[in-house]
């Protein structure tokens, strides 16, 4: 009985020894995407992150900040992949060679969010530097996300290049700088009847909608593009750049850009790819 038990345990150490690189190579086979808080609030990763692991065996761990911070991330070494929307914030990144290459992969466009009650009287606005000059000269609230994302990157060119205001400088009590995510920050202007700008991927994914509608859309200044680049591995060891190169391969293929493509709320696609325009 005792040669038995014996050999019983040993067996199982040793099929635990054999198992044991097995998963190991399992738990490598995971990459980190510094990414929006927008691709994550609007559901796109919940809806293509299946596929391609479906696709890859590839677990995506992703971390959700502004695009800033997204990027930041990245200098760090701290992520693989990132995948965010400010191509000047994204060239840069590669200017100081911690990132390989920029893919475009997908856009939308940001929408201007107001209460129902439109205070700063600007619903139907085609022109959104004159809507936002209206909300200075009344100062109705407005909520900023002042958290560096490509979000408030978008907002402040709005500002100061397109209406030639000096928000920082000409802001009043009226003026709102939260430094949170998107959702936060609609959820800030749903509860307080303020404007915010806003990703449309978000807008439309958000359930506390509340007293607010769309009352800027379609100017070609709120065209939002995405892009995605590999975290240099020449400066930072770590990076798993094989695994990190087949995420982004997947994303920019025929395959990926369907899945993207096919993400839609309520019927309303969130996001259009675009992978094959290199000057995006």
């Keep these: 009985m005792f040669n038995r038990r014996f050999f019983i345990a040993a067996a199982a150490l ?41 696709k890859t065996s590839i677990d995506v761990k992703v971390v959700a ?14 992520a693989d992949v990132v995948f965010v929307h400010a191509k000047s914030a994204e060239e840069k990144f590669l200017a100081e060679g911690e990132g390989v290459k920029r893919y475009p992969v997908m856009y939308n466009d940001f ?15 085609k022109d959104v530097a004159k809507a936002l000059q209206t909300i200075k000269e009344k100062q109705a609230p407005f909520i900023s996300r002042g958290d ?8 402040l060119s709005l500002w100061n290049k397109d209406t030639g205001i000096d928000i920082e400088k000409d802001k009043g009590p ?24 806003s990703d449309r991927g978000t807008w439309l994914s958000f359930k506390n909608k ?20 590999l975290v240099n591995s020449a400066k930072h060891p770590n990076v798993k750049k094989d695994l990190g190169q087949q995420f982004i391969d ?11 493509a096919d993400y839609k709320i309520n019927g309303e696609q969130l996001f259009y790819p675009n992978a094959s325009d290199p000057s995006a």
């Design 210 to 229: 509340g007293d607010l509608q769309i009352v800027v859309e379609g100017d070609k200044r709120l065209f939002n593009q995405y892009g995605v680049m």
């Design 14 to 54: 040793g099929a635990v020894i054999a198992a044991a690189p097995v998963a190991s190579a399992q738990k490598e086979k995971s990459i980190v995407v510094s990414s929006t808080t927008s691709t994550q609030d609007s559901g796109l990763f919940g809806h293509i992150l299946p596929l391609f692991k479906q």
């Design 65 to 78: 900040q502004g695009t800033g911070q997204a990027l930041d991330t990245g200098r760090r070494g701290d």
């Design 250 to 260: 997947w994303l920019v293929s025929p395959e990926g850009q369907k899945a993207i």
């Design 174 to 197: 009226w003026y709102k700088s939260i430094g949170q995510g998107m959702g936060a920050a609609l959820n800030t202007a749903s509860a307080s009847n303020a404007y915010v700008l």
């Design 148 to 155: 560096r994302s490509g979000t408030h990157i978008a907002e």
């Design 111 to 125: 929408v201007l969010i107001g209460p129902n009650s439109d205070p700063a009287g600007i619903k139907g606005v």
